[in-house]
């Protein structure tokens, strides 16, 4: 495939903030606790929206590699679109739950605990630490901000795809390094699944199946838009069979669900320049769920309307969202300096 004759025209940015808004909802969903807003699990799903974004980072970051230069400039890349805004919020919660903590300040800044939770967060092992001192002791979880354990999994990803590319050189077998490592994915899963480990499946082995969907389908890009009818077609009918009349499918879901993500960018052309005014999806998802903790934690959704709670939280996720955009995640992105350049999605 000739990577330079690709088009550029998609709506990732669309789909990338539809699946951020669909994880704010599933999260608004359990964690507020709220009979009211138990409807938003019937349209929401956390788990899927995660996928999403692993199959749409596999598709782009293997574009951002191919068309760098050089190893160190794709890693500073990378860096510069995940770090800045991930260090603000971790320095931003530390900082501002004091005022939230049931410690006075004395005891929350000398408490080993709020510093452990810097620590570990800052080096993305959230699950280490992941609970400030008196906060959040009375909600479903104490977790401070419990969806960033994505983010770990998405740097191991950055990672390891300069060895696949490596490897896929060195061999001139392209399918056959997927397949493998879709195939030994899947078996990481089911076997951290039938141990009753979910904490270790959901890690960077668990989620690789769609990671390298993405890529593949970077790869054959052509193929895949020359014959999408048929292979959206199969794709669909896959998971309807799937999701409706549990059939066993598993090994394929990620493939089939990766080409419907893939074909959607590029078939939604009224949705191309979504993100014109900005990419709020990466505020969206590192902020929203601190929010919804907030509002928990102060019983805000049981003493006046949910419904109206559940507005104010996205309200608020999204102003944090646009400043995270325009004053921190903007600043460090090399095209956005140059105001004659294209936009072009970014990866979260």
Excluded at 143 to 154: D, I, M, Q, R, S
Excluded at 257 to 271: K, M, R
Aim: net charge positive; aromatic share 22%.
């Amino acid at each position: 495939m000739s990577v330079s004759t690709m088009n550029n025209k998609n709506c990732f940015d669309f789909l990338r903030f539809f699946f951020a808004a669909n994880i704010l909802l599933a999260h608004l969903c359990e964690l507020s606790q709220n009979s009211n807003l138990a409807f938003l699990s019937y349209f929401s799903n956390a788990i899927i929206a995660i996928k999403g974004f692993f199959v749409i980072s596999g598709f782009l970051v293997a574009k951002s590699y191919v068309n760098t230069p050089s190893l160190k400039e794709y890693f500073v890349k990378r860096a510069k679109r995940i770090l800045p805004a991930y260090i603000v919020v971790i320095l931003f919660s530390v900082l501002i739950f004091a005022f939230f903590s049931s410690h006075n300040f004395s005891d929350y800044f000398s408490d080993i605990n709020t510093y452990k939770y810097l620590g570990w967060n800052l080096v993305f092992l959230n699950f280490m630490q992941p609970c400030l001192p008196g906060l959040f002791v009375n909600n479903l979880h104490c977790a401070v901000n419990g969806a960033l354990w994505t983010l770990k999994v998405e740097e191991g990803f950055y990672i390891v795809l300069p060895l696949i590319f490596y490897v896929i050189k060195k061999t001139r077998r392209t399918f056959l390094v997927l397949a493998s490592l879709y195939i030994l994915s899947l078996l990481y899963w089911f076997t951290m699944d039938y141990l009753d480990k979910p904490l270790l499946a959901k890690q960077l082995p668990g989620y690789l199946s769609y990671f390298v969907t993405g890529i593949f389908l970077f790869l054959n890009f052509d193929f895949i838009m020359k014959y999408k009818k048929i292979i959206l077609t199969f794709s669909v009918l896959l998971l309807m069979g799937y999701y409706i009349l549990s059939l066993q499918t598993d090994w394929l879901y990620p493939a089939a669900f990766g080409c419907i993500v893939i074909i959607t960018a590029y078939n939604l052309p009224f949705l191309n320049n979504f993100g014109k005014y900005g990419d709020f999806t990466y505020g969206l998802y590192i902020y929203h769920f601190p929010v919804i903790q907030i509002f928990r934690q102060y019983d805000l959704f049981e003493k006046y309307n949910a419904y109206l709670m559940a507005v104010a939280v996205i309200l608020i996720t999204l102003f944090f969202a646009v400043l995270s955009w325009f004053f921190i995640e903007r600043r460090f992105l090399d095209r956005y300096k140059k105001n004659n350049q294209k936009h072009i999605p970014t990866v979260c």
